[in-house]
């Protein structure tokens, strides 16, 4: 019954804990995009690609306590943390266990920043596109981010990196 609201506990259990709102967003998109069984719908936002779902799945699972939502205040802005709690854990165990791989993926994704996720996400949403038409899309949707030529052969080799070591 719970099997979705599951994944993402277990998700960011594997990751020991998320920092970022848009950044758990863009990790859960990637693993998706990489063939783990994450059933959130996505669409483009301003940010990237958001699952309104997965918004309202991790409200409710902080409100079932299974996750902790720690809110920082940064001035300009507030940061939330995501980790499991020992609930959460009690949970987990009456579940499956996780799709192989998953671990390294996210350790991956989590090791990146938010605005390096927003980049590999935004060009995995366009991934029906030639290359090229990915970093045309890239540049309009996210002009103002000015992505280097660079960070932009470093996020497609970060993709293709991320394909051979889950296969």
Do not use: W
Request: proline share 2%; with cysteine.
């Amino acid at each position: 019954m719970l099997e979705e609201h599951a994944k993402i506990v277990q998700f960011i259990t594997l990751a020991g804990e998320v920092t970022g709102r848009k950044k758990l967003q863009k990790m859960v998109y990637i693993a998706k995009k990489m063939n783990f069984p994450f059933q959130e719908k996505y669409q483009f936002h301003m940010y990237g690609p958001y699952s309104e779902e997965l918004t309202l799945r991790v409200e409710e699972l902080c409100n079932m306590a299974f996750l902790s939502e720690k809110k920082e205040d940064k001035g300009s802005y507030v940061q939330y943390t995501y980790a499991c709690t020992e609930e959460g854990s009690q949970f987990l165990s009456t579940v499956d266990g996780n799709h192989p791989k998953l671990d390294l993926c996210i350790e991956r994704l989590n090791d990146k920043s938010s605005r390096f996720l927003e980049m590999v996400s935004t060009l995995l949403y366009f991934d029906h596109l030639e290359r090229t038409e990915q970093v045309e899309k890239l540049h309009v949707v996210k002009g103002k981010l000015n992505f280097t030529e660079t960070e932009i052969e470093a996020a497609f080799d970060f993709i293709k990196n991320l394909q051979m070591c889950i296969q």
